[in-house]
């Protein structure tokens, strides 16, 4: 983007699937940041009534994952540098749709908003690029097997592909953070000290630069109040488990210990990805990728009946109209049919009247004087000047 007026300032909140970023992002919303409007978000389910996404930006990016050749799920090989070979120069990455359309759906005005999506963990370098700021981030993490188990319950996602799911996507987020004015959090201790996290990421959003901080009224109790315990379903197992590999247990380690505020946040030094990782997710991006190109061709069908059903919901009506109208005309026609019958029955009448007079004795009689009348009419008409 070339102009910082197109969006507001933005706080993005950034964590995995199934991590507690609605519960986060619903606090700051009662801490002063605007949200997605209404019109805009994407509809609450059951286990997440609220999920204070914008629909617009989560299908761009989607559409964007799927440019690059992945899926929410099935995340893309992403080579250094591959953000600065995505374009939308050649067309649109969805129905139209470019960054700054899907940022203008969003968000309206110049408050400071919080916008929350998943897949900024994997996507935060193109938005990095493009955004020109000012910009922060509150990074959310949860432990890996409450996640998965989380993914298993919700989509019936198998515990191992959860588990190389979160692994990918918090490496990347911590990757993309760097730089960045940043306040990590685990979503247990927002969940289990709602009020000692409200306190201090409140004193971090005070001092964020210039534009950043929110511009609403803050109401700390509320947010305070939001976050409950019964949003989490799923604990850390004490002690661990098998499922979790040495590489995760890692990196739960190193999250651990960069819980707070980072003012300039610099990646942490992690090793090497678990093995078999790449391979669970390479194996399942194909799949993932024809399931959304199914779902993208049930939607388009789903379109084309709702399409098809309001015509003939309007040729319905114009034939309601149609036959009132011709009800009408056969009226009118019996109405007409009825006047031209009585007509020649009076027609009749009259024509027997007149036989009968002319069949009559007194018109016989008559007749030598209305023959004299007419000669001297005519007589009189011949010497008239």
């Given at each position: 983007?070339?102009?910082?007026?197109?969006?507001?300032?933005?706080?993005?909140?950034?964590?995995?699937?199934?991590?507690?970023?609605?519960?986060?992002?619903?606090?700051?919303?009662?801490?002063?940041?605007?949200?997605?409007?209404?019109?805009?978000?994407?509809?609450?389910?059951?286990?997440?009534?609220?999920?204070?996404?914008?629909?617009?930006?989560?299908?761009?990016?989607?559409?964007?994952?799927?440019?690059?050749?992945?899926?929410?799920?099935?995340?893309?090989?992403?080579?250094?540098?591959?953000?600065?070979?995505?374009?939308?120069?050649?067309?649109?990455?969805?129905?139209?749709?470019?960054?700054?359309?899907?940022?203008?759906?969003?968000?309206?005005?110049?408050?400071?908003?919080?916008?929350?999506?998943?897949?900024?963990?994997?996507l935060l370098p193109y938005w990095r690029s493009?955004?020109?700021?000012?910009?922060?981030?509150?990074?959310?993490?949860?432990?890996?097997?409450?996640?998965?188990?989380?993914?298993?319950?919700?989509?019936?996602?198998?515990?191992?592909?959860?588990?190389?799911?979160?692994?990918?996507?918090?490496?990347?987020?911590?990757?993309?953070?760097?730089?960045?004015?940043?306040?990590?959090?685990?979503?247990?201790?927002?969940?289990?000290?709602?009020?000692?996290?409200?306190?201090?990421?409140?004193?971090?959003?005070?001092?964020?630069?210039?534009?950043?901080?929110?511009?609403?009224?803050?109401?700390?109790?509320?947010?305070?109040?939001?976050?409950?315990?019964?949003?989490?379903?799923?604990?850390?197992?004490?002690?661990?488990?098998?499922?979790?590999s040495a590489e995760q247990s890692e990196l739960?380690?190193?999250?651990?210990?960069?819980?707070?505020?980072?003012?300039?946040?610099?990646?942490?030094?992690?090793?090497?990805?678990?093995?078999?990782?790449?391979?669970?997710?390479?194996?399942?991006?194909?799949?993932?990728?024809?399931?959304?190109?199914?779902?993208?061709?049930?939607?388009?069908?789903?379109?084309?009946?709702?399409?098809?059903?309001?015509?003939?919901?309007?040729?319905?009506?114009?034939?309601?109209?149609?036959?009132?109208?011709?009800?009408?005309?056969?009226?009118?026609?019996?109405?007409?049919?009825?006047?031209?019958?009585?007509?020649?029955?009076?027609?009749?009448?009259?024509?027997?009247?007149?036989?009968?007079?002319?069949?009559?004795?007194?018109?016989?009689?008559?007749?030598?004087?209305?023959?004299?009348?007419?000669?001297?009419?005519?007589?009189?008409?011949?010497?008239?000047?």
């Amino acid at each position: 983007m070339s102009d910082a007026d197109h969006h507001p300032p933005l706080l993005l909140v950034v964590g995995m699937h199934r991590s507690g970023t609605s519960a986060v992002t619903g606090a700051l919303g009662l801490l002063g940041y605007a949200m997605p409007v209404a019109e805009d978000r994407i509809a609450g389910s059951p286990s997440n009534p609220e999920h204070w996404e914008s629909l617009s930006l989560s299908l761009f990016d989607e559409a964007l994952l799927h440019r690059l050749g992945g899926t929410w799920d099935g995340p893309p090989v992403l080579t250094p540098g591959w953000e600065r070979e995505v374009t939308v120069s050649d067309g649109a990455v969805s129905d139209g749709a470019d960054p700054e359309t899907a940022l203008a759906a969003a968000f309206r005005g110049e408050r400071p908003s919080a916008w929350k999506d998943p897949r900024i963990c994997l996507l935060l370098p193109y938005w990095r690029s493009r955004l020109p700021g000012p910009l922060a981030a509150l990074f959310v993490w949860r432990s890996p097997l409450p996640v998965a188990r989380s993914l298993l319950e919700r989509d019936g996602m198998p515990v191992p592909h959860g588990l190389a799911l979160w692994e990918r996507y918090n490496r990347l987020a911590l990757a993309s953070l760097d730089g960045l004015d940043t306040y990590v959090v685990e979503y247990g201790t927002v969940v289990d000290e709602p009020g000692a996290f409200v306190a201090s990421v409140g004193t971090w959003l005070a001092g964020l630069p210039d534009g950043l901080s929110a511009a609403g009224q803050p109401d700390a109790e509320a947010a305070v109040a939001s976050i409950s315990a019964g949003l989490r379903h799923q604990v850390p197992e004490p002690g661990g488990s098998p499922a979790v590999s040495a590489e995760q247990s890692e990196l739960v380690s190193i999250l651990t210990g960069l819980d707070g505020p980072h003012r300039a946040f610099a990646p942490p030094a992690i090793g090497d990805e678990t093995p078999g990782v790449s391979a669970v997710l390479q194996s399942l991006r194909p799949v993932t990728l024809r399931r959304d190109q199914l779902a993208s061709e049930v939607e388009l069908v789903r379109r084309r009946l709702a399409e098809l059903s309001r015509e003939l919901e309007h040729a319905n009506s114009e034939l309601h109209y149609v036959r009132r109208g011709l009800e009408a005309t056969e009226r009118e026609r019996d109405a007409l049919k009825d006047e031209r019958d009585a007509q020649r029955e009076a027609l009749a009448e009259a024509t027997g009247k007149l036989e009968d007079l002319y069949a009559s004795t007194s018109w016989k009689a008559t007749k030598p004087l209305r023959d004299s009348l007419a000669r001297l009419d005519r007589a009189r008409k011949r010497t008239s000047p």
